[in-house]
């Protein structure tokens, strides 16, 4: 019998179920760059409904929705306040700065900050600076560890940038998992935020897709943007069927792969090579740190027993848990690793 890869490497290689491939067989299409898909209507329609916003744009990718976010408020060269790791500014070509112009003022540490970090940044534009265009924050963050940024920062960065005229985005690219894993629901994080995007094709197990939400002006803004970036699809209702099946059945059982999260950290607590600080396991992403390995040769020893994970640096790897591994695949995924790490 062929033996199963345990693969942790993201939460973006789930495989549609068969309910969701059902979903997507059965849906209504029509051409969505002329407005006329219903499924994709209907998804935009919830997707608004559901953050509290006037309007949701689908785009093909978690990081269209990030370039056509910044593309809509950065002039060239104006800056942009983000924290370190963020996914914008590390793992997207520099799109950012090559398509939109946007030049990153980066906080750092573990990719959150606090108001005051905010306010000792924002620049008024004068005729030899830029200007602050936009305050962005990654809610969880993926490279932090999955990481929950806090409410009560968000509030409070909220209140700065109010004050100062400038407006906020989220990469909530994994915001449900932040919902799941705090209780707090949907809206009440999406209320401090002009804009923000979301993502089906991770946690939530759609094959593609990425939502942009913000006021109607956006949207048709963001639809030329998306036009330009060659992103307007066709009959994208297929696709849209999986993310509204994923709203729908997904959201939930995030809270198994936190668990999941948390009992491989506990698991590997007493390997002397692994290093996790529990501290940072807060949904479903594991950090680990490795003494006396190389992480690329760690990655490539695990892989020949079936275990796949991503090295992070030389010494950093990353687990991530999802809708395709269950308790059991992470205890297999334990034992390999001990024994590899003997
Ligand atoms: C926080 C965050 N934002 C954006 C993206 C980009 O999403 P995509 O891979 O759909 O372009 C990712 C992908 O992992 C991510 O982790």
Not at 164 to 185: L, Q, S
Not at 259 to 279: G, H, P, R
Request: aromatic share 6%; charged share 25%; hydrophobic share 40%.
């Amino acid at each position: 019998m062929e033996s199963k890869l345990i693969d942790l490497r993201s939460d973006t290689v789930t495989r549609p179920s068969p309910g969701m491939r059902r979903a997507m067989a059965e849906a209504k299409v029509g051409d969505d760059v002329y407005g006329e898909d219903p499924t994709v209507n209907e998804l935009e329609e919830l997707c608004a409904e559901v953050t509290g916003k006037e309007s949701a744009l689908f785009v093909p990718s978690g990081s269209m929705a990030n370039l056509i976010a910044q593309m809509i408020y950065v002039r060239r060269g104006d800056e942009v306040i983000i924290g370190a790791g963020s996914h914008c500014y590390r793992y997207e070509v520099g799109a950012g700065a090559a398509i939109a112009g946007a030049q990153y003022v980066v906080i750092e540490g573990n990719g959150t900050f606090t108001a005051q970090d905010v306010q000792d940044r924002i620049r008024t534009a004068t005729f030899h600076r830029p200007g602050t265009a936009l305050v962005w924050i990654e809610n969880t963050h993926n490279f932090g560890g999955g990481i929950i940024f806090p409410f009560d920062e968000i509030k409070r960065i909220s209140n700065v940038c109010k004050e100062r005229g400038i407006p906020m985005h989220m990469d909530g690219a994994r915001i449900f998992n932040a919902v799941v894993a705090t209780g707090i629901e949907i809206k009440k994080w999406c209320q401090f935020f002009d804009s923000l995007s979301f993502c089906f094709s991770k946690g939530l197990g759609a094959p593609v897709g990425s939502i942009l939400c913000g006021t109607r002006g956006m949207k048709e803004e963001g639809k030329r943007f998306r036009k330009m970036l060659g992103g307007g699809m066709r009959q994208a209702g297929i696709l849209a069927a999986a993310a509204i099946y994923a709203l729908k059945n997904n959201i939930e059982r995030l809270a198994e792969d936190h668990a999941n999260a948390k009992y491989l950290a506990e698991n590997l607590s007493d390997v002397k090579q692994v290093k996790i600080d529990m501290k940072t396991v807060q949904t479903n992403i594991v950090m680990a740190d490795l003494e006396g390995i190389n992480a690329d040769t760690f990655v490539k020893e695990i892989a020949k027993e079936g275990v796949l994970v991503n090295a992070i640096s030389s010494k950093r790897v990353r687990f991530v848990t999802h809708l395709d591994v269950s308790k059991d695949d992470i205890s297999q995924a334990c034992a390999i690793i001990r024994k590899v790490l003997h």
